[in-house]
């Protein structure tokens, strides 16, 4: 038996900016050991960012890594 409960949430509204990247770009190909810079455009953000911590999720088929 399994068995859940709900609890109340707050409903503030968050923000989620993801900012267009400019490198890598699709057909990049790095090789271990190499280090690369990742840029992205980022003229253009909401006025108010709540969250000022960037992640980076390398992604290869269904693996994903931080």
Do not use: C, F
């Amino acid at each position: 038996m399994v068995g859940a409960s709900a609890s109340p949430v707050n409903q503030a509204k968050r923000d989620v900016y993801t900012p267009p990247v400019l490198y890598p770009h699709a057909g990049t190909v790095w090789n271990v050991g190499e280090r690369h810079n990742v840029t992205w455009d980022t003229s253009n953000p909401p006025k108010s960012i709540t969250n000022k911590i960037g992640t980076i999720m390398l992604r290869k088929g269904g693996l994903t890594t931080p």
